[in-house]
């Protein structure tokens, strides 16, 4: 009988053993599932300190000052990222999941949020962070440092504008310098000015060149015309380089952090100054009133204390921070008059060159400021 009893209890312990076994390769083979899953499905990638971008992630969003962010793809509906450091505030309340949102020192309390479909690149150059998004409603995205450069969808507005204003400006923009505009927008639209023959572009960052070629053709296309010659260099050393050869200087920077933060110094302006020919006309992102009245009012101070003209005009842009961004021109030519451009194409001819903003009209227009602006603007001393 107890021979029996033993029997049954060593067979009942076995099958309890087997069945603690059988458990654990169960649980083995989910959790080896589950995490290829995860790896299949969410990147982690580290964003500059500035700025947080989140998608999706912790669905909270920590303080700008943190050193590191993470830009997630998106799961729906799930919390799949890891905890955001925080920075001595309260974290904010979560934002939706797949959204990219921009937020910066530059403007404080201010944040623009595009829905996601892909993360198509993402790296750190030499000199900045490089990524481009797939977006629903804007198409493939350019952000450098964390902040939006250009939009399929609205791009042609800002490049448009600031080729058009100051070569339409110019009675004879034979030769022209790109500084920056390393996504190529800005060289597709000076090639389509028929009197343009030679277009020189400098680029700091070739991964920056790279990347436009292959995730946005639409603008790389115009670093390849033939009217291009391409340099990948410094442009605030280029201009020392070179004097008295350009009848059109257009700066296309970022804004003034990182690599492009010399391109808005007094310093650079005079370079440009002694890069021109006579009559020759300057134009430089400077960045949105609204926000930054006080940046754009030393841009143009620098511009005024160098040039015997200078101006300040604008150019909707939906993406760029109050959906408005402005230009700084100066010209050698006293006689120039920004306002009144001295080349108008016909309706015909702005639709053989595909433009879609830029007009005689919208020229004018672009030089027309609110109050508040101008008088701050007409007071800044030369």
């Known amino acids: 009988m107890s021979l029996v009893r033993d029997t049954n209890s060593t067979a009942s312990f076995e099958f ?5 076994a059988i458990m654990e390769i169960i649980c083995l083979v989910l959790s080896l599932h589950l995490v290829s899953r995860l790896r299949n499905v969410r990147q982690y990638i580290p964003v500059p300190h500035l700025l947080q971008r989140w998608i999706n992630g912790d669905r909270r969003l920590s303080n700008t000052t943190c ?27 979560a934002i939706k999941p797949g959204w990219f949102s921009e937020i910066n020192d530059l403007w404080p309390g ?10 198509l690149h993402r790296e750190r150059s030499q000199y900045q962070d490089v990524m481009v998004l797939d977006t629903k409603s804007h198409g493939r995205t350019l952000i450098l440092d964390g902040i939006i450069q250009c939009t399929e969808r609205d791009e042609f507005s800002y490049q448009e504008m600031i080729a058009f204003l100051p070569l339409c400006s110019h009675p004879n923009p034979k030769t022209v310098l790109i500084v920056g505009g390393g996504d190529g927008g800005v060289a597709r639209e000076v090639a389509k000015h028929p009197l343009v023959d030679r277009i020189m572009q400098v680029e700091i960052d070739p991964k920056v060149l790279e990347v436009s070629r292959k995730y946005l053709p639409s603008m790389g296309v115009g670093l390849d015309n033939p009217k291009v010659t391409l ?3 410094d442009g605030f050393q280029f201009l020392k380089q070179h004097t008295g050869e350009f009848d059109v200087i257009i700066t296309d920077s970022s804004d003034p952090i990182g690599p492009a933060e010399c391109l808005f110094h007094e310093s650079y302006f005079s370079l440009m100054k002694s890069a021109l020919k006579p009559n ?4 430089s992102q400077a960045g949105t009133a609204w926000l930054n009245l006080d940046h754009v009012t030393q841009t ?17 842009v939906p993406t760029y921070p109050t959906g408005q961004i402005g230009f700084v021109l100066g010209g050698l030519n006293p006689e120039t008059n920004f306002k009144e451009p001295k ?25 027309i400021l609110p109050r508040f602006i101008a008088k701050t603007l007409n007071e800044a001393k030369k």
């Open 16 to 20: 309890r053993l087997s069945l603690v």
């Open 67 to 93: 050193e590191t962010g993470y830009v997630h793809n998106r799961i729906a509906g799930q919390d799949t990222g890891s905890p955001a450091k925080t920075c001595g505030r309260e974290e904010m309340d």
């Open 110 to 119: 201010v944040s623009l949020s595009l829905e996601v479909v892909k993360i």
């Open 231 to 233: 340099n990948v260099a």
């Open 280 to 283: 020759g006309i300057v134009c």
């Open 300 to 316: 143009l101070q620098h511009c005024k204390s160098l040039f015997p003209v200078a101006s300040y005009g604008v150019v909707s």
């Open 343 to 367: 080349k108008i194409f016909s309706h015909s001819e702005l639709d053989e060159m595909n433009m879609r903003y830029y007009d005689d009209q919208v020229h004018r227009a672009a030089f």
